[in-house]
Protein backbone atom coordinates (compact mmCIF):
# COMPACT_ATOMS: atom_id res chain seq x y z
CA UNK A 1 0.00 0.00 0.00
CA UNK A 2 1.16 3.62 -0.35
CA UNK A 3 1.87 5.10 2.30
CA UNK A 4 -0.73 8.23 2.99
CA UNK A 5 0.47 11.59 3.59
CA UNK A 6 0.25 12.01 8.38
CA UNK A 7 2.70 9.27 7.61
CA UNK A 8 0.31 6.06 8.69
CA UNK A 9 1.51 3.46 6.79
CA UNK A 10 4.82 1.84 5.33
CA UNK A 11 5.78 1.01 1.73
CA UNK A 12 5.25 -2.90 1.70
CA UNK A 13 3.78 -2.80 4.99
CA UNK A 14 -0.15 -3.02 5.69
CA UNK A 15 -2.84 -1.07 7.59
CA UNK A 16 -1.77 -2.53 11.57
CA UNK A 17 -5.21 -2.50 13.35
CA UNK A 18 -4.98 -2.58 17.24
CA UNK A 19 -5.80 -1.44 20.64
CA UNK A 20 -3.51 1.60 20.68
CA UNK A 21 -2.76 3.03 23.73
CA UNK A 22 -0.09 5.59 21.70
CA UNK A 23 -1.79 6.70 18.61
CA UNK A 24 0.18 9.87 16.46
CA UNK A 25 -2.67 10.27 14.56
CA UNK A 26 -4.44 12.24 17.40
CA UNK A 27 -1.12 14.60 16.95
CA UNK A 28 -2.33 16.95 14.48
CA UNK A 29 0.73 19.06 14.46
CA UNK A 30 0.67 22.90 13.93
CA UNK A 31 1.15 24.80 10.56
CA UNK A 32 4.47 26.55 12.12
CA UNK A 33 4.97 28.65 9.44
CA UNK A 34 0.99 30.48 9.64
CA UNK A 35 1.59 30.32 13.89
CA UNK A 36 4.58 32.18 13.70
CA UNK A 37 2.78 34.82 10.91
CA UNK A 38 -0.10 35.25 13.31
CA UNK A 39 1.57 36.06 16.25
CA UNK A 40 4.45 37.79 14.92
CA UNK A 41 6.39 35.30 17.14
CA UNK A 42 8.92 33.28 16.39
CA UNK A 43 10.77 32.02 12.86
CA UNK A 44 8.54 29.64 11.85
CA UNK A 45 9.99 26.74 12.24
CA UNK A 46 9.09 23.59 14.37
CA UNK A 47 11.47 22.45 17.31
CA UNK A 48 12.74 18.80 17.19
CA UNK A 49 10.30 18.03 20.30
CA UNK A 50 7.69 19.36 18.62
CA UNK A 51 6.85 17.06 15.43
CA UNK A 52 8.09 13.67 14.48
CA UNK A 53 7.14 11.78 11.37
CA UNK A 54 5.62 8.53 12.21
CA UNK A 55 6.22 7.15 8.85
CA UNK A 56 6.38 3.10 9.51
CA UNK A 57 3.72 1.29 11.11
CA UNK A 58 5.83 -0.63 13.05
CA UNK A 59 7.16 1.52 15.05
CA UNK A 60 4.15 2.90 16.19
CA UNK A 61 3.27 -0.83 17.32
CA UNK A 62 6.39 -1.12 18.66
CA UNK A 63 5.85 1.97 20.89
CA UNK A 64 2.24 -0.02 22.25
CA UNK A 65 4.20 -3.29 22.92
CA UNK A 66 6.54 -1.28 25.25
CA UNK A 67 3.46 0.42 26.84
CA UNK A 68 1.67 -2.67 27.52
CA UNK A 69 4.27 -4.88 28.50
CA UNK A 70 5.98 -2.40 30.34
CA UNK A 71 9.21 -3.25 28.87
CA UNK A 72 12.00 -0.49 27.70
CA UNK A 73 12.02 0.10 23.82
CA UNK A 74 15.58 0.06 22.41
CA UNK A 75 16.04 1.46 19.27
CA UNK A 76 19.02 0.85 17.09
CA UNK A 77 19.61 2.72 13.67
CA UNK A 78 22.53 5.14 12.19
CA UNK A 79 22.86 8.59 13.32
CA UNK A 80 20.24 10.57 11.91
CA UNK A 81 17.05 8.27 12.06
CA UNK A 82 15.18 9.64 14.95
CA UNK A 83 16.68 7.67 17.60
CA UNK A 84 16.80 10.24 20.73
CA UNK A 85 13.37 12.56 19.05
CA UNK A 86 11.31 9.59 19.32
CA UNK A 87 10.92 9.83 23.52
CA UNK A 88 9.87 13.53 23.32
CA UNK A 89 7.58 13.34 20.75
CA UNK A 90 6.19 10.39 22.26
CA UNK A 91 5.94 12.33 25.93
CA UNK A 92 4.21 15.10 23.93
CA UNK A 93 1.53 13.34 22.09
CA UNK A 94 0.81 11.14 25.73
CA UNK A 95 0.36 14.29 27.65
CA UNK A 96 3.43 12.87 29.99
CA UNK A 97 6.55 14.45 31.39
CA UNK A 98 9.47 13.69 29.67
CA UNK A 99 12.93 13.32 31.05
CA UNK A 100 16.22 12.30 29.35
CA UNK A 101 19.82 11.21 30.25
CA UNK A 102 22.56 11.20 27.86
CA UNK A 103 25.62 8.21 28.65
CA UNK A 104 28.91 8.87 28.49
CA UNK A 105 31.96 6.45 29.37
CA UNK A 106 31.99 7.72 33.05
CA UNK A 107 28.40 7.06 33.61
CA UNK A 108 28.12 4.75 36.66
CA UNK A 109 25.42 2.20 36.78
CA UNK A 110 23.58 4.41 39.98
CA UNK A 111 23.42 7.72 37.81
CA UNK A 112 20.24 6.59 36.51
CA UNK A 113 18.79 6.44 40.21
CA UNK A 114 20.93 8.75 42.15
CA UNK A 115 24.70 10.17 42.38
CA UNK A 116 26.13 10.63 45.08
CA UNK A 117 27.64 14.48 45.84
CA UNK A 118 30.65 13.61 47.53
CA UNK A 119 32.20 17.20 47.63
CA UNK A 120 28.75 18.90 49.03
CA UNK A 121 29.40 16.93 52.22
CA UNK A 122 33.10 16.94 52.49
CA UNK A 123 32.42 21.21 52.24
CA UNK A 124 29.79 21.04 54.84
CA UNK A 125 31.70 18.10 57.04
CA UNK A 126 34.70 20.61 56.90
CA UNK A 127 32.01 23.37 57.77
CA UNK A 128 30.97 21.93 60.49
CA UNK A 129 27.22 21.63 58.54
CA UNK A 130 26.45 18.45 57.62
CA UNK A 131 22.82 18.11 57.42
CA UNK A 132 21.47 15.02 59.24
CA UNK A 133 19.08 14.38 56.03
CA UNK A 134 21.42 12.37 53.69
CA UNK A 135 18.88 12.81 51.00
CA UNK A 136 20.47 15.99 50.54
CA UNK A 137 23.84 14.49 49.71
CA UNK A 138 21.79 12.16 46.82
CA UNK A 139 20.38 14.15 43.61
CA UNK A 140 17.88 12.06 42.12
CA UNK A 141 18.18 10.83 38.73
CA UNK A 142 15.76 10.71 35.71
CA UNK A 143 14.34 7.09 36.93
CA UNK A 144 14.22 7.77 40.57
CA UNK A 145 12.29 11.28 39.19
CA UNK A 146 9.97 9.08 37.01
CA UNK A 147 9.12 7.04 40.19
CA UNK A 148 8.32 9.37 42.45
CA UNK A 149 6.32 12.02 40.53
CA UNK A 150 4.32 9.09 39.30
CA UNK A 151 1.44 9.84 41.44
CA UNK A 152 1.08 12.80 39.90
CA UNK A 153 1.98 12.13 35.83
CA UNK A 154 3.47 9.66 34.06
CA UNK A 155 6.86 9.51 32.24
CA UNK A 156 8.56 9.01 29.19
CA UNK A 157 12.44 8.74 30.10
CA UNK A 158 15.25 8.48 27.32
CA UNK A 159 18.00 6.92 28.04
CA UNK A 160 20.83 8.33 25.35
CA UNK A 161 23.10 5.90 23.99
CA UNK A 162 23.56 3.43 26.29
CA UNK A 163 26.51 1.98 24.35
CA UNK A 164 28.77 4.23 25.36
CA UNK A 165 29.56 3.01 29.00
CA UNK A 166 30.84 0.43 30.86
CA UNK A 167 29.04 -3.39 30.51
CA UNK A 168 28.03 -3.50 33.82
CA UNK A 169 25.69 -0.33 32.92
CA UNK A 170 22.71 -2.20 31.00
CA UNK A 171 22.65 -5.16 33.66
CA UNK A 172 22.15 -2.59 36.26
CA UNK A 173 18.67 -1.56 34.63
CA UNK A 174 17.34 -5.23 35.08
CA UNK A 175 16.16 -4.83 38.56
CA UNK A 176 14.97 -1.16 39.06
CA UNK A 177 13.50 -1.50 35.36
CA UNK A 178 11.92 -5.33 36.29
CA UNK A 179 10.89 -4.92 39.65
CA UNK A 180 10.19 -1.15 39.30
CA UNK A 181 11.57 -0.81 42.53
CA UNK A 182 15.26 0.04 43.96
CA UNK A 183 16.73 0.61 47.36
CA UNK A 184 17.20 4.17 48.79
CA UNK A 185 21.00 4.16 48.85
CA UNK A 186 21.68 5.65 52.15
CA UNK A 187 18.88 3.07 54.00
CA UNK A 188 18.78 -0.36 52.50
CA UNK A 189 15.10 -0.73 54.42
CA UNK A 190 13.43 1.76 52.07
CA UNK A 191 12.88 1.46 48.71
CA UNK A 192 11.19 3.15 45.62
CA UNK A 193 8.82 1.82 43.85
CA UNK A 194 6.03 2.50 41.19
CA UNK A 195 2.87 0.58 40.24
CA UNK A 196 2.74 -1.03 36.83
CA UNK A 197 -0.23 1.36 35.65
CA UNK A 198 2.25 4.29 36.36
CA UNK A 199 5.50 3.11 35.34
CA UNK A 200 7.52 4.90 33.20
CA UNK A 201 8.19 4.39 29.23
CA UNK A 202 11.82 3.61 29.09
CA UNK A 203 13.26 4.19 25.39
CA UNK A 204 16.87 3.51 25.59
CA UNK A 205 19.05 4.10 22.58
CA UNK A 206 22.47 2.79 20.72
CA UNK A 207 24.75 3.52 17.74
CA UNK A 208 25.66 -0.35 18.20
CA UNK A 209 29.08 0.32 18.71
CA UNK A 210 29.50 -2.45 21.86
CA UNK A 211 27.27 -5.34 21.55
CA UNK A 212 25.11 -5.30 24.57
CA UNK A 213 24.34 -8.03 27.45
CA UNK A 214 22.27 -11.01 25.63
CA UNK A 215 20.15 -10.71 29.64
CA UNK A 216 19.65 -7.15 29.15
CA UNK A 217 18.32 -7.69 25.18
CA UNK A 218 16.06 -10.29 26.33
CA UNK A 219 13.96 -7.49 28.73
CA UNK A 220 13.80 -5.08 26.17
CA UNK A 221 11.49 -4.83 22.83
CA UNK A 222 13.96 -4.11 19.94
CA UNK A 223 13.15 -1.94 16.85
CA UNK A 224 15.63 -1.08 14.05
CA UNK A 225 15.19 2.46 12.93
CA UNK A 226 16.52 2.92 8.87
CA UNK A 227 18.10 5.75 7.29
CA UNK A 228 15.93 8.08 6.40
CA UNK A 229 14.51 8.26 2.54
CA UNK A 230 13.44 10.94 0.22
CA UNK A 231 9.83 10.81 0.94
CA UNK A 232 10.92 10.85 4.59
CA UNK A 233 13.06 13.55 4.44
CA UNK A 234 10.24 15.77 2.29
CA UNK A 235 7.51 14.88 5.32
CA UNK A 236 9.56 16.14 7.96
CA UNK A 237 10.50 19.13 6.28
CA UNK A 238 6.54 20.19 5.48
CA UNK A 239 5.85 19.57 9.36
CA UNK A 240 8.99 21.73 10.15
CA UNK A 241 8.70 24.84 7.81
CA UNK A 242 4.86 24.35 7.81
CA UNK A 243 4.07 27.14 5.45
CA UNK A 244 7.48 28.22 4.48
CA UNK A 245 8.10 25.02 3.21
CA UNK A 246 8.67 24.80 -0.44
CA UNK A 247 8.63 21.60 -2.31
CA UNK A 248 11.14 22.00 -5.32
CA UNK A 249 14.34 23.23 -2.82
CA UNK A 250 13.44 20.47 -0.61
CA UNK A 251 13.72 18.20 -3.44
CA UNK A 252 16.69 19.81 -4.24
CA UNK A 253 18.10 19.27 -0.67
CA UNK A 254 16.93 16.18 -0.37
CA UNK A 255 18.65 14.54 -3.42
CA UNK A 256 21.84 16.11 -2.48
CA UNK A 257 22.15 14.68 1.41
CA UNK A 258 21.22 11.30 -0.67
CA UNK A 259 23.53 11.78 -3.85
CA UNK A 260 26.45 12.66 -1.05
CA UNK A 261 25.24 9.43 1.73
CA UNK A 262 25.14 7.01 -1.21
CA UNK A 263 29.04 8.22 -2.30
CA UNK A 264 30.38 7.31 1.38
CA UNK A 265 32.77 4.53 2.13
CA UNK A 266 30.91 1.72 3.66
CA UNK A 267 30.14 2.25 7.55
CA UNK A 268 30.40 5.76 7.29
CA UNK A 269 27.57 7.59 8.99
CA UNK A 270 25.97 9.90 6.60
CA UNK A 271 23.95 13.47 7.32
CA UNK A 272 21.16 13.60 9.48
CA UNK A 273 17.75 14.59 9.63
CA UNK A 274 18.72 17.83 11.40
CA UNK A 275 21.08 18.19 9.38
CA UNK A 276 19.40 18.11 6.21
CA UNK A 277 16.94 20.62 8.08
CA UNK A 278 19.59 22.92 9.03
CA UNK A 279 20.86 22.71 5.18
CA UNK A 280 17.00 23.50 4.06
CA UNK A 281 16.66 26.16 6.21
CA UNK A 282 19.67 27.86 5.84
CA UNK A 283 19.26 27.53 1.85
CA UNK A 284 15.93 28.61 2.09
CA UNK A 285 16.91 32.08 4.13
CA UNK A 286 20.09 33.18 2.71
CA UNK A 287 18.81 32.20 -1.24
CA UNK A 288 21.52 29.27 -1.91
CA UNK A 289 20.12 27.01 -4.05
CA UNK A 290 21.93 23.59 -5.04
CA UNK A 291 23.79 23.75 -8.47
CA UNK A 292 25.42 26.82 -7.85
CA UNK A 293 29.35 27.59 -5.59
CA UNK A 294 27.50 29.37 -3.40
CA UNK A 295 26.06 25.44 -2.55
CA UNK A 296 29.20 23.77 -3.06
CA UNK A 297 29.71 25.49 0.30
CA UNK A 298 26.81 25.81 2.19
CA UNK A 299 26.47 21.72 1.75
CA UNK A 300 30.68 21.19 2.60
CA UNK A 301 30.05 23.47 6.22
CA UNK A 302 26.01 21.70 6.87
CA UNK A 303 26.11 18.22 5.56
CA UNK A 304 29.33 17.10 4.37
CA UNK A 305 31.67 18.40 7.09
CA UNK A 306 34.62 16.32 7.98
CA UNK A 307 33.08 13.37 6.47
CA UNK A 308 35.45 12.86 2.96
CA UNK A 309 38.12 15.71 1.96
CA UNK A 310 36.21 18.41 0.54
CA UNK A 311 37.32 21.22 -1.73
CA UNK A 312 34.77 23.36 -2.47
CA UNK A 313 36.38 24.17 -5.80
CA UNK A 314 35.07 20.97 -7.34
Known amino acids: MRPDESGGGQPGVDVLRYAKEFDPVRDTGRDTGRAAAASGGDDGYAEDDEVYVFDDERLVLAVNVALKTGRPL ?7 SGKSSLAPNVARILGWRHRSFVVTARTEPEDLMWRFDALRRLNDAQANALSEDMAVYYPRGPLWLAFEEAGASRSVVLIDEIDKADPDLP ?19 RRVTVTPAQAPLVVITTNDERELPRPF ?10 AP ?8 ARKHLGARYDETLARQVAGALLNFRDRLDDGAAGPSTAEFLDALKAGQQLGVVPGTPEWQVLEAVAL ?11
Open 74 to 80: LLYGPPG
Open 171 to 189: NSLLEPLGSLSFPVPWDSG
Open 217 to 226: LRRCIVFELS
Open 229 to 236: SEEHLLRV
Open 304 to 314: RKRRDAWDHRA
